[in-house]
């Protein structure tokens, strides 16, 4: 399909229409829209300033406002959008409103109706009614709306266990990417997480560095991950612990009655204990690559897997994970089963990671992560977010677009986000962590150049909210 000829009336530039891929729209890279989203059903005030002498405006001449459900939804179904790339067309459906210029400003009030991405059209009124440009913004729902779009890292190693660079560094190098939080899950060990926070204490940084582990409960092949949990659990069943954890083990198994064929108990009571102890310790219980095939097919057992998510004892799925591009059927059986569970009536909390094992090796480092819907970025809100179903896993592997799996109301609002939300805060975010990394060079003056960013990045986004 050729579409060069409509470029001027297309939403999205002809790059993205070709590509499909995540770039920011290229007028709100020319032009300063405030604010990107809104709460829907509200009347909403917009702001589009152009920049870098990009357009000059004409302060004297009147301009048209149209505004476009993405989905051409209207609650009171009063409009259908044609099939057609003559924006003309479009706006003569669905009606414009006049404008003239404010301080070298184009400035309008409108409702946005429905949640869902909306399509404004700006175009002069005399004469060809030339285009000025097209532009996004979302609106959602109060509960929606109250909430912030942060990016994290729930499941990485360091040199601690079998990763490549020491805690630190993984930390800083999260920054560097465009995280707001990370977890280091050593395996089997607790004490690298809280290295890795020591070693900014003095510094206050943006990057939340939560406490973390990968649990390994003896005779236990399921991978369970500790994020943010206020103790060790691999520590309640070592040393002088293992004879507790065995009777407790047992206990448990007592009271389980009758479990599915195939299903062995005794790794099943394991997995209920674990999980009930992160809980214990504040942390959020994640059950990790159901799928990974190892050379005698895929562990944990099927059977297991099945009464995993059947009884659903973790509080969220590893949806999309640490994988090569090589093993890629993994990724795409815990996708499909977290569909085919979700067909059943479940709720799965889902989360993305990386599970990666050196962050300059360019393997899996970035490629996975999660962005949550919360509040704030404290822990407990962040957990509490995931529980409920606000997150989805994002795999984005370099030269290619991002994709985002959950929930679709919270995919939806994930590719707006990525799209047009974080270009300021991803600068922001490399900036600091280039300078954490120098910090733990023993550059120490770097310290007060991380005070003058502190709250830039998430102020990034803040900004972008209607107030």
């Known amino acids: 399909m050729d579409v060069s000829k409509y470029k001027y009336y297309l939403p999205f530039s002809v790059k993205n229409v070709e590509r499909n891929d995540n770039s920011m729209r290229p007028e709100q890279l020319y032009f300063r829209v405030l604010p990107r989203v809104v709460p829907c059903n509200q009347v909403s005030r917009i702001v589009i300033e152009p920049l870098f002498d990009y357009y000059q405006i004409n302060k004297d001449a009147f301009y048209e406002v149209g505004v476009v459900p993405m989905e051409h939804r209207s609650r009171n179904g009063d409009f259908f959008i044609p099939s057609s790339f003559d924006v003309g067309a479009i706006l003569n459906t669905v009606g414009v409103q006049t404008i003239k210029p404010e301080n070298g400003c184009f400035v309008f009030e409108y409702t946005f109706e429905d949640e869902q991405e909306q399509i404004i059209y700006l175009r002069e009124k005399a004469g060809e009614k030339k285009l000025v440009g097209a532009f996004s913004v979302y609106s959602l729902k109060e509960d929606l709306f109250g909430r912030l779009p942060l990016k994290g ?101 007592q009271g389980l009655g009758a479990i599915p064929h195939g299903v062995n108990k005794f790794q099943y009571a394991s997995c209920l204990w674990v999980f009930d102890n992160i809980r214990k310790a504040g942390g959020l219980g994640i059950f990790c690559h159901p799928y990974w095939l190892i050379y005698s097919g895929f562990s944990p057992a099927g059977r297991l897997t099945d009464y995993l998510f059947e009884t659903q004892p973790f509080d969220a799925l590893e949806v999309i994970g640490g994988y090569y591009k090589y093993q890629v059927d993994s990724n795409t059986l815990q996708v499909a089963r977290y569909h085919e569970e979700r067909a059943k009536g479940r709720k799965i909390p889902v989360v993305g990671v990386s599970d990666a094992h050196g962050c300059e090796n360019g393997q899996l480092f970035g490629w996975y992560y999660s962005i949550v819907f919360t509040p704030s970025n404290n822990l407990k809100d962040i957990i509490q977010s995931i529980k409920d179903g606000y997150s989805v896993a994002v795999e984005k592997m370099e030269g290619e677009s991002a994709r985002a799996y959950g929930s679709f109301r919270m995919v939806k609002f994930a590719l707006f986000a990525l799209r047009e939300l974080f270009y300021e805060h991803d600068k922001i975010c490399k900036e600091e962590g280039l300078l954490m990394l120098e910090y733990l060079k023993g550059e120490e003056d770097v310290s007060a150049e991380l005070r003058h960013k502190k709250g830039r990045a998430i102020n990034s986004i803040q900004k972008l909210y209607a107030q």
């Open 153 to 253: 890292d729930l499941h990485m190693h360091s040199n601690c266990s079998d990763g490549k660079e020491p805690p630190a560094f993984v930390a800083a190098s999260c920054r560097k990417i465009g995280l707001d939080f990370m977890a280091l899950t050593d395996h089997g060990k607790y004490t690298p997480s809280i290295k890795a926070q020591e070693a900014f204490r003095p510094n206050d940084i943006d990057l939340k560095i939560f406490r973390g582990e990968e649990v390994h409960a003896p005779n236990n092949p399921v991978h369970i991950v500790n994020f943010g949990g206020g103790f060790s659990v691999n520590e309640l069943f070592t040393g002088e612990n293992s004879f507790k954890y065995q009777n407790e083990i047992e206990d448990i198994m």
